[in-house]
């Protein structure tokens, strides 16, 4: 098993930036790769970005694309989403999840995720 725990949301101006954090316990970190997701009120789940095993790969929603920078330190265990020139858009709850490499975009390519970290994001 492997618990997740998200840190670091909040409000913030638009134009503003956040970092959130994901620190894991449990199995090697390193077993998985790591994705972010978030959910509006009244939307689906939806693919944010995510980070290969080592670090070395990543992908990004086109909507957050040049705003947003995963990484994650697996010396601690721990994952990380930069969120610079926040916009009113991308208000949700942020969830982090580990997983298999493959079909990152999918929900059901993770094995587990946090409890959330709500990201509102005024004008």
């Known amino acids: 098993q492997v618990q997740l725990v998200e840190s670091g949301g909040g409000s913030v101006q638009a134009g503003g930036s956040l970092r959130l954090s994901c620190a894991a316990s449990?199995?090697?970190?390193?077993?998985?790769?790591m994705g972010w997701f978030r959910q509006a009120p009244g939307k689906e789940r939806q693919f944010v970005a995510r980070v290969s095993r080592i670090g070395g790969n990543t992908s990004y929603a086109d909507s957050v694309k040049g705003r947003f920078t995963i990484s994650r330190d697996n010396a601690k265990n721990t994952g990380y989403l930069q969120m610079n020139s926040l916009i009113p858009e991308d208000t949700a709850v942020y969830y982090c999840?580990?997983?298999?490499?493959?079909?990152?975009?999918?929900?059901?390519?993770?094995?587990?995720w946090g409890q959330g970290t709500q990201v509102t994001v005024s004008s």
């Open positions: 449990g199995r090697t970190f390193t077993d998985y790769a």
């Open positions: 999840a580990l997983g298999g490499p493959l079909r990152y975009d999918r929900l059901a390519s993770y094995d587990y």
